[in-house]
């Protein structure tokens, strides 16, 4: 019970984020980008090979 107004609620957002039309404001999304270009939050590690399947909890697991 209760599901069918959380259910219609998705559908119309949904729906709104289908058929509206945005407008993107390009040269803002410019300067965001570049400017956490230089800040980037993504730093590479210090080591040489680092595994790609490392997700840093291998310690925890036992």
Same mark, same amino acid.
């Given at each position: 019970?209760?599901?069918?107004?959380?259910?219609?609620?998705?559908?119309?957002?949904? #729906? !709104? &984020?289908?058929?509206? =039309?945005?407008?993107?404001? @390009?040269?803002?999304?410019? #300067? !965001? &980008?570049?400017?956490? =270009?230089?800040?980037?939050? @993504?730093?590479?590690?210090?080591? !040489?090979?680092?595994?790609?399947?490392?997700?840093?909890?291998?310690?925890?697991?036992?």
């Amino acid at each position: 019970m209760g599901r069918g107004r959380a259910k219609a609620k998705q559908t119309k957002v949904a #729906r !709104e &984020l289908k058929y509206s =039309s945005h407008e993107t404001d @390009f040269d803002a999304l410019q #300067r !965001e &980008l570049s400017s956490n =270009s230089s800040g980037s939050h @993504f730093e590479e590690s210090d080591s !040489e090979d680092p595994d790609p399947y490392d997700d840093g909890y291998d310690e925890y697991r036992r």
